[in-house]
């Protein structure tokens, strides 16, 4: 019975943690401006991916293995918000120029001279020292280490 409460608890963390990353990226965006760059688009596919998982896991219980998945998805994106700090912070160099997006409908070369220029080794937020994508490698990793123990525990106690 408590095996079946870990799967539960994991599969509701592998649903929120990249609920709350994501839905804190899009405020960061839409609320305060802060546009993300490439390596930051890079962080959220896996989320994306992550959020997928768990929720087919809801349909199909117990998901251990569609959670596991989850908690996966949800530390690879821990690693890139840790290479993409890396880059911010100097420490190495990144693998790609920093982009920026052109909007629909408007002439290239006038969104190409408006548009914000995002640079991906240069953090434009950051909390006690730490980026947006160091947050994001701490939270996503202890979200992902906490789903691999509670679903350690639940297989534990069904053996």
Known sequence: ?????????ARWLALLAPLLLLGGAYVSQYGFG?????????QRYPHFAALALALVAFW???????????ALAIAVSG?????????????????????TALPA?????EAILNAPLV??????????????????????????????????RAGKEAA
């Open 34 to 42: 802060l546009f993300p760059c490439e390596m930051c688009w890079w």
């Open 60 to 70: 199909r219980p117990p998901g251990a293995v569609l959670v596991a998945l989850a």
């Open 79 to 99: 690693l890139i918000g840790a290479f993409h700090a890396g880059v911010e912070y100097g420490w190495w160099e990144g693998l790609t120029a920093c982009t």
């Open 119 to 152: 640079r991906c080794d240069v953090a434009p937020w950051s909390l006690f020292g730490i980026s947006l994508a160091g947050w994001n490698f701490l939270f996503s990793s202890a979200s992902a280490l906490a789903i691999v123990v509670l679903l350690a």
């Open 1 to 9: 019975m408590a095996g079946s409460q870990a799967v539960r608890n």
């Open 105 to 109: 409908g408007v002439d290239p070369l």
